[in-house]
């Protein structure tokens, strides 16, 4: 992704490159360290297999969770980083406290309450803990990406995909040292397809509570959401561990929690992205009053679906290059919206910033406006009578 930012002091900027420097390193450290573990428990044959089974279907996993952020994609290397913190660091951090408190409480308890308590309580308390610091760094690090809802889900995917990732290593590894080919099936049946989205879906719940403080900066009790996000990512972690050990009741669980608060998700995303739409028809209005845009063209940047036919008319008349044009046009138009929505609401990088970024997005995508109307991948309605550009929601 192009982006325009201010020059920092030469200083601050050293400063974030060590601690980009620290921070991969220590990343590549934890990895390391948890594979290793890992592939210790089981043996090498059996960690192989795991890990090959695990790392397949991520790719798809990922793609479904990066669909869902239409309108302002998030920097592929912020989530690749998000990504790798949860197959790292958090992953580590979890396996090391998970450890110390099982063994702690078995201790005074005895190990099956040392288990039973560890997979209850403590696990998901630090797991939860581990992914979500990663979201409240980005929270806080990126205010001119972390802009509400869906991105908070999108993050916590990330993060979540990372961390189960390295979990089913673990798992299906497990299930291979078992020998027969019945105790793999059963495994990727219940983790590869049963529950792939646990891990996101849980941190999802404390994403979508670090969005809505960001949607609703500076409105008091705005607090309420990530703290009530933390809360519902943690007990529908611990409910979810517990099915596993009530024998008769992992289903019905199942049905009745998972599957609607998945639902309930998928909802709070729609919700979001209607609202990012909003915000798109309100802050490039003026575009249609200077002409750059007809009122038809700002109405297919404002939905979902018009974009997506908007994008599929592009690759049928000039295939990927204008289907690359037409993308590029919509991205641009929803970053310069967004930093414009930020602006307003006070979240700014300081007038000159501003203002300069501001008039770097309308150039550029005037320019792509542009160059796609004269190649036919945009086509040209400005001059047609042109719809009304609708009331912001």
Request: charged share 20%.
């Amino acid at each position: 992704m192009q982006s325009f930012h201010a020059s920092a002091p030469p200083i601050p900027a050293m400063l974030r490159g060590r601690r980009h420097r620290l921070l991969t390193w220590g990343a590549v450290v934890c990895g390391v360290m948890i594979l290793t573990l890992i592939a210790m428990d089981l043996q090498w044959k059996p960690f192989v297999l795991g890990f090959v089974a695990a790392a397949l279907p991520v790719p798809l996993y990922v793609a479904l969770a990066l669909w869902l952020d239409r309108y302002e994609p998030e920097p592929p290397r912020t989530l690749f980083q998000t990504f790798a913190w949860g197959a790292t660091f958090a992953v580590f951090l979890a396996y090391v406290a998970n450890n110390v408190t099982e063994d702690l409480i078995g201790a005074v308890l005895g190990p099956q309450a040392g288990a039973l308590l560890g997979s209850v309580i403590t696990a998901p308390m630090v797991e939860e803990l581990a992914k979500g610091f990663a979201l409240f760094v980005l929270y806080r690090e990126l205010r001119d990406e972390f802009d509400g809802v869906v991105d908070g889900v999108v993050y916590a995917a990330m993060v979540g995909l990372g961390f189960a990732m390295i979990e089913n290593v673990q798992y299906y590894g497990a299930a291979f040292a078992e020998g027969g080919a019945d105790s793999p099936a059963a495994v990727f049946v219940l983790r590869g397809m049963m529950s792939p989205f646990a891990h996101p879906l849980f941190t999802s719940i404390f994403g979508m509570g670090l969005g809505y403080r960001r949607e609703h900066h500076g409105q008091r009790g705005s607090w309420l959401g990530p703290a009530a996000g933390l809360a519902g990512a943690m007990g529908l972690h611990a409910l979810w561990n517990l099915s596993a050990s009530l024998d008769g009741w992992f289903l019905i669980l199942y049905m009745m929690v998972m599957v609607p608060a998945f639902l309930g998700v998928l909802w709070m995303i729609y919700r979001s992205l209607r609202r990012e739409g909003s915000i798109v028809r309100r802050h490039l209005a003026s575009l249609v009053e200077d002409g750059v845009l007809s009122g038809e063209e700002l109405e297919c940047l404002c939905v979902v679906r018009t974009r997506l036919e908007a994008t599929a008319r592009a690759w049928r008349r000039g295939g990927l290059r204008h289907w690359r044009a037409r993308r590029e046009m919509h991205r641009v138009a929803s970053e310069l919206a967004f930093h414009r929505w930020r602006v307003a609401r006070g979240i700014t990088l300081g007038p000159e910033a501003d203002a300069q970024r501001d008039a770097e997005y309308l150039r550029r995508f005037c320019e792509l406006c542009g160059a796609g109307r004269a190649e036919g991948a945009v086509p040209d309605r400005r001059a047609e009578p042109r719809t009304s550009p609708g009331t912001p929601g």
